[in-house]
């Protein structure tokens, strides 16, 4: 007997008559195996869009520091950068680091950026902030008039002091500072002057003295220092301050760089500085950190009084873990698409571009075998019903003549099984053949056709 037929050696076709009425043009089955298909495509489309996420905002809230000071001028200088792109960066005041972390942590502010003094928080107390990297050098500066600090502090005791207002980091790393030698709330006037209010009152001599943290381009800094009424003294025993706190840096300030003609400050001054970070929440979107790290590389990467071209923004991590956006972007750059195009040019071109993977890695599959497993389902129908013939076909070779009625009626049922198949059209020609060899057992059997 033959085989099962294949498609290509097999031409035989029904008359149209009888193949409309024969066979269906799409089983249920088929309908589903589609339907299944189709499914597994749109799933896949709708998983990877929620995988995308929203589009950047258009508006992101900056928390910086007290006016005149070395964050609010940062701030305006990143508005500008992020302007460029059509991202308004929004600015709010602060009393300074410790309120920005504190903005930072909590989702209702608002705020999703802000600048930071390391050494003020721990992964633990604020797990929803991440960092996009240092970005400079924050010195603590002590100015004062009249006696000397002293070794211990000694010369500030029963004095008015300027700390900062709460809420700041120079405050925070006053008090530091002073505890550690011995100096507390009532050996001194500790008071929470803004950066603007230390100034004024430290020339007029109403303070003895002021203690903050700021960078060197801060202008209550520069004005200090050019001031030839206040003078600068070194923080005492830097090393063992250094020693004691990992995220603090020791430096020199060398004579004479405030004002070389005013010899300002007239000696070598050592300070102590924590590094300042770029923090973000950690559910800010991914391009609008690409975005604030450029902005960061454009304003910071220059050279200053305390370090080198290029040493800013760096990935470094203190008291928050870094972004993955951002070692990534110290790794490789910017994204390729944000190199060459326009920022929100690239951020759609980005999107379109990651939907095409289930269009490429499950669409195009689907469609591609979707057919082979139709085919596949339909030539088993039939090649189910050669099987049983087969078996039928050795068991009555094996009578040797004698042909049981009961091998005859499952040869008949068998038939009549083949002449009920509905197949698509294009598979048609499998159930002709089947019929075909049906007979030519019947014939060899020389059992009358019906």
């Known amino acids: 007997m033959a085989s099962p037929p294949d498609k290509q050696n097999t031409d035989k076709q029904a008359p149209d008559k009888l193949t409309s009425e024969k066979h269906a043009p799409l089983q249920p089955a088929t309908r589903w195996l589609y339907l299944v298909g189709a499914a597994v495509i749109v799933a896949a489309l709708c998983a990877t869009i929620v995988y995308l996420g929203p589009l950047p905002p258009r508006v992101v809230v900056m928390s910086t520091g007290s006016p005149g000071g070395a964050y609010d001028e940062l701030g305006k200088r990143y508005k500008t950068i992020l302007a460029r792109s059509h991202v308004e960066l929004r600015l709010i005041e602060s009393a300074g680091a410790v309120e920005n972390v504190k903005r930072l942590n909590d989702p209702q502010s608002g705020v999703s950026v802000a600048f930071m003094q390391n050494g003020l928080t721990t992964e633990k107390d604020s797990p929803d902030i991440l960092s996009l990297g240092t970005v400079e050098y924050e010195p603590t500066w002590l100015f004062y008039q009249g006696a000397a600090p002293g070794i211990h502090f000694e010369g500030l005791r029963g004095r008015k002091v300027s700390i900062g207002p709460e809420g700041s980091g120079s405050r925070a790393m006053a008090l530091e500072l002073l505890s550690r030698n011995g100096v507390g709330p009532h050996d001194a006037e500790l008071l ?22 700021a960078a060197w381009d801060a202008p209550i800094v520069r004005r200090l220092i050019a001031e030839p009424k206040v003078e600068l003294a070194s923080i005492p025993r830097a090393n063992a301050f250094v020693a004691l706190d990992p995220y603090l840096d020791k430096l020199e300030l060398p004579s004479g760089v405030g004002s070389m003609i005013g010899d300002r400050p007239p000696h070598h001054v050592t300070l102590v500085a924590p590094k300042t970070s770029l923090v973000v929440r950690g559910d800010l979107h991914p391009a609008i950190q690409y975005l604030l790290l450029d902005a960061a590389s454009e304003v910071h990467s220059g050279a200053g009084v305390f370090h080198k071209s290029g040493q800013f923004p760096a990935a470094e ?113 499998l159930d002709y053949t089947l019929r075909e060899h049906i007979n030519l057992v019947k014939k060899e059997l020389h059992v009358p056709e019906e």
């Open 192 to 213: 929470p002057l803004t950066l603007t209010e230390t100034g004024e009152q430290l020339v007029s001599g109403k303070i003895a003295a002021a203690i903050m943290v």
């Open 317 to 429: 991590q203190f008291d928050v873990p870094l972004s993955p956006d951002a070692r990534q972007f110290y790794k490789a750059g910017r994204p390729f698409l944000q190199r060459y195009l326009p920022f929100w040019l690239a951020v759609l071109a980005g999107k379109l571009f990651i939907l095409l993977i289930p269009v490429v890695g499950v669409a195009y599959p689907v469609v591609r075998f979707l057919p082979i497993v139709y085919e596949w389902s339909m030539k088993r129908r039939v090649y189910r019903l050669y099987g049983e013939l087969k078996v039928i076909e050795l068991e009555l070779e094996s009578m040797n003549g004698q042909i049981p009625d009961s091998l005859l009626n499952r040869l008949d049922r068998l038939e009549e099984r083949a002449n009920h198949l509905r197949l698509p059209t294009g598979f048609a020609h």
